[in-house]
């Protein structure tokens, strides 16, 4: 199982990126995928969630409206575009595979990818 993150960098405050998370070695469409952050001192939150077949999405309420989350499942992969980015959303940012049943079994992370928002 791998999940590879992508597209992190620097970026000016007011900026956008463009995150991307490739999966492999599971059923990627029969999974829930989610993006969290981690920044420095503090815990890993959640970012926003996407449904199996990419139907249904939720965010945390500081990534309203900034922020948008899609997947593709015919590539295996789960998007994440940020704008209107702000300081405070420097993190490294990490990629999640949730199945929606047997989740304490088959729960995989990425390794993240850095994202700092700067002038």
């Known amino acids: 199982v791998q999940l590879v993150e992508s597209g992190g960098g620097l970026v000016q405050p007011g900026g956008s990126l463009r995150l991307s998370c490739a999966a492999s070695?599971?059923?990627?469409?029969?999974?829930?995928m989610s993006w969290h952050r981690q920044a420095p001192g503090k815990e890993r939150e959640l970012v926003a969630v996407v449904s199996e077949a990419g139907r249904s999405t939720n965010y945390a309420d500081s990534m309203k409206g900034r922020f948008t989350i899609s997947r593709d499942n015919a590539k295996n992969t789960v998007y994440l575009q940020m704008n209107s980015l702000k300081p405070e959303d420097t993190a490294v940012y990490y990629c999640?595979?949730?199945?929606?049943?047997?989740?304490?079994?088959?729960?995989?992370w990425g390794q993240g990818t850095q994202v700092t928002v700067s002038s």
């Open positions: 070695g599971f059923s990627f469409s029969s999974y829930v």
């Open positions: 999640n595979a949730k199945h929606p049943i047997s989740y304490k079994k088959y729960d995989y």
